[in-house]
């Protein structure tokens, strides 16, 4: 039973992450895609978010990470 639990909490973990990433970096760049076509700017405001969607992104990333990692330590 353990090792399930062990790879559940894993699994959970990865996911997190995997959504933690992926929504700033699709958020942004949908939202810049919207607010482009509305204010007929080209394609400023899609690179503009996506740049800080993949930003964000990686900083949510490095969070959980040394979150972990400060979780193991305890352990």
Known sequence: MRINRDLLHY?????????????????????????DGKLKTGHVFTFVLLGLGLVDGFYNMIRIAMKGADMNKKR
Do not use: E, K, Q, R
């Not at 973990?13 to 607010?35: E, K, M, N, R, W």
């Open 11 to 35: 699994v959970g973990i990865f996911s997190y992450i995997g959504f933690a990433i992926a929504v700033p970096i699709i958020g942004g760049t949908l939202l810049g895609y919207y607010l």
